[in-house]
């Protein structure tokens, strides 16, 4: 399997996983990457993402697989999809994988905020419990992600504190840290507009996953 690892910024972020994956597609045509269709009555080139992205986060190293057609140098490749890619999105490193994306259990993100609101949302997060509603393929559920997602003040800079937060991000379960911001507007009434990364994957023995 061919991986490919880029990044989504800038107002590249709004895209939906769905039109990015046509994003995608209309890149690797535009590039002339020697994709693999999928075979059947309406062929498509075959591509899956690690995990979607939610609206409005960006996403710092993203993972793709994809099946080539025939042998092709990465290096000359990254370089031809790179021009062709919209703005927003970086293709940063291709290499051959046999890893799985279902080995993947969480996600690594960091959550950016002003720093005249880091005391009200410390106090937040410090909260015994933070319960919220979770759509699923089976209807509403009710989380406690101060259970499900582990979170901690990382650095102070420019006026802006970070937190690095690490959430389920597998096959098996799926958390968005959005649902910890939205909480804690929801709670406080505040409607500042926090600015959220995914940095990176976690495999099940919380190792790096690429």
Not at 15 to 44: K, Q
């Amino acid at each position: 399997m061919t991986r490919i690892v880029f990044s989504k910024t800038g107002y590249a972020k709004y895209i939906s996983h769905l039109d990015l994956t046509r994003c995608m597609a209309r890149m690797f045509a535009r590039a002339n990457v020697p994709i693999w269709y999928t075979e059947g009555f309406n062929p498509h080139p075959y591509m899956v993402f690690s995990a979607a992205l939610p609206i409005g986060v960006y996403g710092q190293n993203e993972l793709l697989d994809i099946k080539l057609n025939e042998k092709a140098d990465y290096k000359e490749l990254l370089d031809r999809m790179n021009k062709a890619a919209p703005e927003g999105i970086s293709f940063k490193e291709i290499y051959d994988s046999d890893k799985d994306f279902k080995y993947v259990e969480k996600a690594v993100y960091e959550i950016k905020i002003p720093e005249n609101i880091s005391e009200k949302f410390k106090e937040f997060i410090a909260s015994p419990e933070i319960l919220v509603s979770k759509k699923t393929k089976r209807g509403e559920t009710t989380v406690d992600l101060k259970a499900e997602i582990s979170i901690k003040e990382t650095e102070h800079k420019d006026g802006y504190v970070f937190f690095e937060a690490i959430a389920p991000c597998g096959n098996e379960k799926n958390i968005s840290p959005t649902l910890l911001t939205g909480a804690f507007s929801e709670k406080t009434g505040d409607d500042t507009i926090f600015e959220i990364s995914r940095i990176s994957f976690l495999a099940k023995n919380s190792e790096i996953f690429r």
